[in-house]
């Protein structure tokens, strides 16, 4: 699987629905919320239809629960092939996680153990789902704040075998690899080194709240400082990846975050080109 190069996106969210309509801002592509136009229609329809005629669309998906232990939500793949049907999206996305089972929703992305039990099953849903979507689909890492005792890999280690057994690429998050990093104690430059340069599709740069003894990943902050310089010094290993701007609340002007996608195109122009 390979996907094409778009360049520096966002995320495309309510409350700048109107100012992307009539400022059409300087911005690449955007990125929507799968789960959010599983209705027929609505607002989130109406503006969305208007928007992707100016820009290229992808979809990012908060609830497949691919790592569950419970048999796949064939409903909500049914609603999920739907709405990829009409928004015609560049790729599709999720998380490695879990976050259902049995009648427990966590409502947040629990991490998978690193087993290779966890991959096998992995493996077997991936290429499951995969073939009812009929497209492949691109997996996030997501940040964490526990491990398992069960674990016998590193966390880049149990991705990097994903790849090598199914052939799926990643949507980097640089900032879940940070936090995750703090709240373990390990360096996310030898987790990012790790990686099979070919297996990232597409990276998200985000903010999260430091709370000293813990970080905790909450879309709700600017990048930070240490995570701009890791996707810096990353980036140079890099062939032109599609990069975006993930904020989920405390939303600030669109100018704002217009100013962090600048900042991301400075930091990686001298060695993408």
């Not at 064939?74 to 998380?95: A, C, G």
């Not at 790849?163 to 030898?190: P, W």
Request: hydrophobic share 40%.
């Amino acid at each position: 699987m390979s996907v094409p190069y778009l360049g520096f996106g966002m995320g495309l969210r309510t409350c700048y629905f109107e100012q992307i309509l009539t400022e059409q801002p300087a911005v690449d592509w955007f990125e929507i919320i799968s789960e959010n136009y599983f209705v027929s229609g609505g607002k989130p329809w109406h503006y969305l239809s208007q928007i992707k005629e100016q820009y290229p669309i992808v979809m990012h998906g908060v609830s497949m629960s691919i790592g569950s232990t419970d048999a796949l939500n064939f409903d909500y793949l049914k609603q999920l092939k739907n709405t990829i049907e009409r928004v015609n999206p560049m790729w599709v996305s999720d998380h490695i996680c879990f976050s259902a089972l049995g009648e427990f929703n966590s409502h947040d992305l629990l991490p998978m153990p690193y087993t290779e039990e966890a991959l096998d099953h992995l493996t077997q849903r991936i290429s499951q789902v995969q073939d009812y979507l009929e497209r492949p689909m691109i997996f996030e890492n997501v940040s964490s704040y526990l491990t398992y005792k069960q674990s016998h890999m590193t966390e880049w280690e149990f991705l990097a075998q994903l790849h090598k057994q199914t052939g799926c690429q990643f949507l980097l998050d640089i900032n879940n690899v940070y936090v995750s990093a703090r709240n373990h104690g390990f360096s996310a430059m030898e987790y990012l080194n790790a990686l099979p340069k070919q297996s990232i599709a597409q990276i998200h740069l985000a903010g999260h709240q430091d709370c000293e003894s813990h970080i905790i990943d909450t879309h709700d902050q600017p990048v930070c400082d240490a995570v701009w310089s890791l996707f810096s010094q990353f980036s140079k290993q890099l062939p032109a990846i599609s990069t975006m701007i993930e904020r989920d609340d405390n939303f600030p002007p669109l100018s704002a975050l217009l100013s962090e996608l600048e900042q991301a195109k400075a930091l990686t122009k001298a060695h993408w080109g």
